[in-house]
């Protein structure tokens, strides 16, 4: 880990985006994000003029951000369980996204940006967030890490990125015959 200035946060905005985008890919790889992605799960995490999507800066330099959907602005798909969870579709938001430059990672930047949207979602009615962790991360770091903020399994999914590994997504191990396993998981907030 390198020496660290100050490092600040805030909601992210639309002027961000380009910084976003560029460590989203070099994080998990080529493709991974878009303009039109970036639009998309951007506006699906605002509501009632509160913002769930946030960035953490050092020295002016994006090294992190969180992109979170707010209850009832998203839908669930085949790699979803809302059977299994203890609250209601429209109660339970999503968290998307979670990166932080290698050169930042275990300061506590992905815990503090976890917290901050966590705060947003509870006042936009969520009382859980569910998210999908990359099971194939090194060490298996991001289940540890969503664990260690509360998180619970509830069920793997084999292949959920292999369709958009074909769309042209390059996932950093596979390539674009993705194969990783996203373990669903949930966090209750209170």
Known sequence: MREQQQITFRPMNKDDFDDVI????YVHGDGYMTDEKINTWFEKGLKDRLNSNFVAFD??????????????????DQWYSPDLWQTKLADTAYFK??????NYRGSG????????SIQVLKQQ??????????????????VKYFTKCGGVLVKDHPDKWYQDSVDGY???ICKNDCH??????????D
């Open 59 to 76: 020295n002016g330099k994006i090294v992190g951000f969180r992109i979170s959907y707010s209850p009832s602005n998203w839908q669930p």
């Open 97 to 102: 996204c979670n990166t932080v430059d290698a």
């Open 22 to 25: 560029s460590l989203g890919n």
């Open 180 to 189: 990783c396993v996203a373990a669903e998981m949930i966090i209750y907030f």
């Open 170 to 172: 390059e996932c950093t």
């Open 125 to 142: 009615g969520a009382k859980a967030g569910v998210s999908h962790l990359w099971r194939q991360s090194p060490g298996n770091s991001a």
């Open 109 to 116: 930047i992905g815990s503090q940006l976890l917290k901050l």
